[in-house]
């Protein structure tokens, strides 16, 4: 059959497709509505952008809204994120007041869309506070989380937990990030799409062209971290592991960035970045538009590996791509992170800056080691963490919430 979907058969069969066909059939014409706080930038866009379209093609009425707010908005929920993975905030009442007064107002504009809904999925905390405006509810609430939780600062998660609560359902990303709460909790991993600019193939003419654009040499070591600029991603670390690797080898660093418009702390982090780059030609910090996936990708295909070394990772697309791509990564051994990165087959788990500069000079000197774990990489990426899988899960769970009372479903 034709359309979006068959594409994906080529890559994981069509077994796959005709279940996800089947489960789709029960939900056929059902109202989801998706709705986050960024269009572009980070992993849920990222998400979002390809999801929506195939829930789309199934005959599954899927909508995505996104939240706005002032600059004061996505301060108070930037510092509710690096709360909930783990950082002291004090969030000021005057701060939670103007998150509280922003979230109503959206629901002002987003009222009739949600109320329609029968189903409504609320991503992080940016909008959890949704379902305080609306009491009485048509649909299922359902709150996703795809941050590192797994030690949220209390006081801000004891804030949030009073609307998370509200909620009939919450998805998260690993079991260790789960807390308690009065309602199902479901795990779904995230997920890369193959068929994205992010991911399809790319001609080695196109290659060529972003290593002349961006001054790499290919003929030298490329080592990536593609990354929002933000401090989780711990990029002066990456910095610092580099400078050790670059005693042995002639490396090359690529951190790859871009914002997102839900936050706000990129400048800072990019010029601290810039300052302990310290103006070495062999280190390029590029600041791409969130867009731009073809040069992500390239970047990406044309490193011999890829760090994510991120000190806390809600699930790390980034890993994701890059194994999917063939490449060994040396990730924080952190959240998502660990579910990816299987220590010594599909990359290297590490601790510190040292830890990483180790397994860099250790993959660059044994090449045919580096060769094994990316295709190990990418074949673990194809039996886990493809949109096919995710969108089974999406599907069941939407099975799951909306028949809840009946033992048994027929998907004929
Ligand atoms: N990304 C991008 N441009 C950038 C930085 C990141 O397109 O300059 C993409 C990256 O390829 C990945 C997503 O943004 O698809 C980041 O997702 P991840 O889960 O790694 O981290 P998050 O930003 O959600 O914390």
């Known amino acids: 059959m034709a359309g979006l979907l068959a594409e994906y058969e080529a890559i994981v069969g069509p077994d796959v497709i005709d279940q996800l066909r089947q489960l789709a059939r029960i939900l056929d014409g059902m109202n989801v509505v998706h709705v986050n706080s960024t269009k572009e930038g980070g992993g849920v866009a990222e998400i979002l952008h390809r999801l929506i379209p195939l829930k789309k093609e199934l005959g599954i009425n899927a909508k995505w809204e996104v939240i706005t707010g002032n600059k004061e908005f996505y301060q108070c929920t930037k510092l509710m994120h690096n709360a909930l993975q783990g950082n002291r905030a004090d969030i000021s009442e005057e701060m939670l007041r103007n998150y509280e007064e922003t979230v109503k107002e959206n629901y002002e504009g987003l009222q009739r ?3 329609d809904a029968d189903i409504v999925i609320i ?3 940016q ?35 009073y609307f998370v609560s509200q909620y ?32 399809i193939d790319v001609s080695s003419d196109d290659l060529e062209k972003v290593c002349m654009k961006y001054g790499l040499d290919p003929a030298r070591p490329i080592i990536t971290q593609v990354s929002r600029f933000d401090r989780f991603k711990d990029p002066v670390g990456v910095i610092h592991s580099y400078r050790l690797a670059k005693e042995f080898h002639p490396i090359q660093l690529v951190l790859a960035g ?36 073809l040069t992500i990708n390239a970047l990406q295909r044309v490193s011999d590996i890829v760090l994510q070394k991120s000190t806390r990772e809600g699930f790390g697309l980034t890993v994701t791509e890059a194994m999917w791509k063939g490449k060994p990564v040396i990730g924080g051994d952190t959240g998502g992170i660990r579910l990816q990165v299987i220590n010594h087959h599909t990359g290297f788990l590490v601790n510190t800056p040292e830890g990483a500069a180790l397994r860099i000079r250790y993959l660059l000197k044994r090449r045919e080691k580096l060769q094994k774990m990316g295709e190990k990489a990418h074949r673990f990426v194809l039996e886990n963490f493809l949109i096919t899988r995710h969108l089974r899960e999406y599907l069941t769970l939407m099975v799951a919430v909306m028949f809840k009372r009946q033992d048994r479903i027929e998907t004929q």
Do not use: T
């Not at 702390?265 to 990019?270: A, D, F, I, R, S």
């Open 123 to 125: 991503h992080d905390p």
């Open 258 to 293: 871009g914002g997102a418009s839900d936050d706000p702390e990129g400048e800072e982090v990019l010029a601290q970045v810039r300052f302990a780059a310290d103006g070495d030609p062999d280190i390029h910090v590029l600041m791409l538009p969130s867009d731009d996936h």
């Open 168 to 199: 009939d359902a919450s998805i998260w990303s690993l079991s260790e990030f789960a807390q308690p709460l009065p309602h199902p909790l479901y795990l779904i991993a995230p997920s890369i799409d193959p068929l994205s600019k992010k991911n």
């Open 127 to 161: 909008p959890a506070a949704l379902i305080a405006s609306c009491p009485v509810r048509k649909g299922k609430w359902i709150w996703r989380c795809h941050i590192d939780v797994s030690h949220p600062y209390r006081q801000v998660w004891k804030y949030l937990r």
């Open 113 to 115: 869309h949600l109320e």
